[in-house]
């Protein structure tokens, strides 16, 4: 098992920037790809952003991409998304997963954090 805990989110304006970060505990969170994904009200779950287990490889959804980066220190069992530039558009509950071999798909994990609200005002 994987326990995944959220935090950094918050209301900010148009522009601003925020850094979430994904603490994981219980088994070897260096094994395990991250993902970071969001759901806006009356929307699905949508991808954002995977980091593999070791931190070289970076997938970006198209909308995030240039304004948003995912990193990992492994040696605090944490991953970040710091997102730049926000934007209203980025209105979501922000979610991380974890997967042994990571994934744009929301089906593809088995690990899921509870949710940090992110709140862009225009």
């Known amino acids: 098992q994987v326990q995944l805990v959220e935090s950094g989110g918050g209301l900010v304006q148009a522009g601003d920037s925020l850094r979430l970060s994904c603490t994981a505990s219980?088994?070897?969170?260096?094994?395990?790809?991250v993902g970071w994904f969001r759901q806006a009200p009356g929307n699905g779950r949508e991808f954002v952003a995977v980091?593999?287990?070791?931190?070289?490889?970076?997938y970006y959804a198209g909308s995030v991409k240039g304004r948003f980066t995912i990193s990992r220190d492994n040696a605090k069992n944490t991953v970040y998304l710091q997102m730049n530039s926000l934007k209203p558009e980025d209105t979501a509950v922000y979610y991380c997963?974890?997967?042994?071999?990571?994934?744009?798909?929301?089906?593809?994990?088995?690990?899921w954090g509870q949710g940090t609200q992110v709140t862009v005002s225009s």
């Open positions: 997963a974890a997967d042994p071999r990571g994934s744009y798909r929301f089906a593809d994990y088995n690990y």
């Open positions: 980091l593999n287990w070791s931190g070289d490889y970076t």
């Open positions: 219980g088994r070897t969170f260096s094994n395990y790809a």
